[in-house]
Every structure is written in structure tokens, then in C-alpha cells.
């Protein structure tokens, strides 16, 4: 039975999950491997909503793409949630949150572990994507390592996925988003992005022909859509 890790601090920031791993760049960031195939799914659902995504029966990625609070026994748990994860097509590596305003320590620390996790679920047999997060400038250029941080631990011509959902508030986060995702592209030049959340026009103008854009809604408004869908086909089999 696998110690229960209370905090990242008990074990070193999980060094546990990368004792076998591959690690990329001088920051040895853990590697996600290039899948043997491209799985687009149908649907994209929360961690803390997964149960209701089942109940659906909908063939969906679990992702992260809510409050980091949310989320953080996969972080210290990771090896508890294997089996319970493998009951859904896919798995898209945690969105810990790189904050522009944070240190830049704590910046590649959320990369760290969200390449360690996607790492162990991929080596336990999940069908695992990296989600491709980045802060400020100094994550996604070589401003200060020779390295691009954000893009460490991800192989070239993939598939990953990115968040728009809560990300693109204010003017400064849509120009260090839309910086950010020229720059993922020109580095990974995936095969497929995984959009959670909505595709803001002036963000990705005349990035369509760089990727396979997929575009999924956010589980609150795709469980409106739901209601909505449900209570138009109710009334049309009652007339």
C-alpha cells in the first residue's frame, strides 16, 4: 500500500512518481512521451466533475482546468487515483496555476509537477496529454535559461492541450496568452490542441493553419447546453 503523502513537502516535491524518467533541459524537467496515436475525445470533464461525466456516458479526457484547491490530492496522491482515472479514454496532465506575478522559481515548480504527474500516469498505462501552461515571458522564452521552460518534457508533432477557461480576463493575460501559444507552436508544432474554454479571436487570429484546433466547452456551460438540449427534445416528445 503506497504511503499517503500529505503535502509535497513529505516527499520532496514527489520525486517518487520520476525515479525512472526521462528528464529534458538543464532544469531536468520530466518527459510526457509522444503517443503511439492521436485520440481526440468527445468531451473534456473537470477531476472534481468526473463522477457526473460517467453518469453521462460520455466518453471524455479528465483535466484540470479548475481551481488548483480542486485538485490537489493528484498531486499528493497520484498513485490512488490510477486505477480510478483508467475508467476514462484519456487524461490531461495538471494545470497547476503559474501565476505572471509569481516568483519564477514557483512558476517552474507548477511545470515540475505537472510533468511529473502526466509522466506516472503515462507509465502506469493512461492514455496521458501534457497540458502546456506557461507564466510570464520568462517561461516561454530563452530570456533568462536556454531553455523554454514551459515547453520542456513535451515531444515535438504531438498531441497537448492548453486552457483558455479563466485565463484571458484582462488585457495583460490575452497578450501573455497569445505570446505564449506562438511561441508553444513554433517550439512543439503539435498535431492536435486541446482547447478547454473558448477561442478568443484576437488571440488565436492567423494561428489556425499552425495545429488541429479542437475546441471544447467548459463544464458549466456544456451542462447548460445539456439542460437546454434535454428540456427541447422533453417538450418535442410530448407534442
Known sequence: MAKTIKNLVDEGFRVSLVEKAFFDGDLEIPHISRPKEIKIPSGMVPFSCRERSLALGNQDFVCFYERDAKFRKILTNTEEYVEDLSRF???????????????????????????????????????????????????????????KVAFLGVDKHSIVSIGTYGQIKTAESKRYFREGLIAMLDELEPEAVLVYGPMNKKIFAGLENKSRFVEYPDWITRM????????????????
Open 89 to 147: 479514454q484519456g487524461v490531461v496532465s495538471p494545470d497547476c496555476s503559474l501565476y505572471i506575478d509569481a516568483p519564477l522559481c514557483v512558476q517552474i515548480a507548477g511545470i515540475y509537477l505537472n510533468r511529473a504527474v502526466g509522466y506516472y500516469l503515462q507509465q502506469q498505462g493512461l492514455y496521458a496529454v501534457p497540458n502546456i501552461r506557461w507564466g510570464d515571458e520568462r517561461t516561454y522564452t530563452t530570456e533568462i535559461f536556454r531553455d
Open 224 to 239: 447548460k447546453k445539456q439542460c437546454v438540449y434535454q428540456e427541447t427534445r422533453t417538450e418535442f416528445e410530448q407534442e
